[in-house]
């Protein structure tokens, strides 16, 4: 599995990215992270199949403001950020873990076998 993440950028508090992580492998289950300046890695959304449908996660921090979606066709998730805030400055990595190994904790990607290199997000107030 090999992950490549797009879209970083810095914008102005209330602005929006687009992320993208181009997925190679076939994982079946994704997650996105983040880490700030000092900080750990946290996980912010996660997608995963079940029963025939894909269920999404987000962390408290982003949830209504940032959505997970992904392209079976293009290979590609996607993370759509909307109302930005200085707090969501950080590194963003895209992650991932094959069938059989997806852990999910309280519904979010858990210890995930993959890593993609990660893109820069920086807002600005």
């Known amino acids: 599995v090999e992950l490549v993440e797009s879209g970083g950028d810095s914008v102005q508090t209330g602005g929006s990215l687009s992320l993208s992580c181009e997925v190679s492998g076939s994982p079946e289950c994704m997650g996105w992270f983040r880490q700030g300046p000092g900080q750990g890695r946290e996980g912010i959304a996660s997608i995963w199949p079940y029963n025939g449908q894909d269920i999404k996660y987000y962390a408290d921090s982003v949830k209504d403001r940032f959505a997970i979606s992904r392209d079976s066709v293009e290979n590609t998730v996607y993370l759509q950020m909307n109302n930005l805030r200085p707090e969501d400055t950080g590194m963003y990595y895209c992650?991932?873990?094959?069938?059989?190994?997806?852990?999910?904790?309280?519904?979010?990607?858990?210890?995930?076998?993959?890593w993609g290199q990660g893109t820069q997000v920086s807002v600005s107030s």
């Open positions: 992650a991932a873990s094959r069938r059989g190994d997806c852990r999910m904790v309280r519904g979010a990607l858990s210890k995930p076998s993959y």
